[in-house]
């Protein structure tokens, strides 16, 4: 999940590349909970709730305190597949976690272009 957040953040703040003289580090803290959602008969899940969590901070480079702390949140969901087609499953959780990613970086660089579109942020 991080490196999909990860390669989300970076396409969307550094779309030619990384910067060559960078003025700010972006630290993020990122959890995840899965909650079944849709139980059988059988007592098993068919469904399953992703939630990912992430606490953000921005540093300016050489600065020991961040000039902005976030959390934001993503859910997306799943379905288990019987044993039969684990690679189905696997499928299905990676693509909810990329979801997921995708929302958290659009939040996060939203929230940070906000900011930096201040006088006193940038």
Excluded: C, W
Aim: avoid cysteine; aromatic fraction near 6%; proline fraction near 5%.
């Amino acid at each position: 999940v991080g490196q999909h957040l990860y390669n989300e953040l970076r396409d969307r703040m550094n779309p030619a590349g990384a910067p060559s003289d960078p003025h700010y580090d972006l630290v993020i803290k990122l959890q995840q909970r899965s909650d079944q959602l849709l139980i059988l008969e059988d007592q098993t899940a068919s469904r399953i709730n992703l939630t990912l969590y992430a606490d953000y901070a921005l540093y300016q480079r050489g600065t020991p305190s961040p000039v902005l702390r976030g959390q934001t949140r993503a859910t997306t969901s799943y379905d288990l597949l019987n044993n039969n087609v684990e690679f189905a499953t696997i499928q299905s959780v990676d693509d909810a976690q990329r979801r997921g990613a995708q929302s958290l970086a659009d939040d996060i660089t939203n929230r940070l272009a906000v900011f930096l579109a201040k006088p006193t942020g940038g």
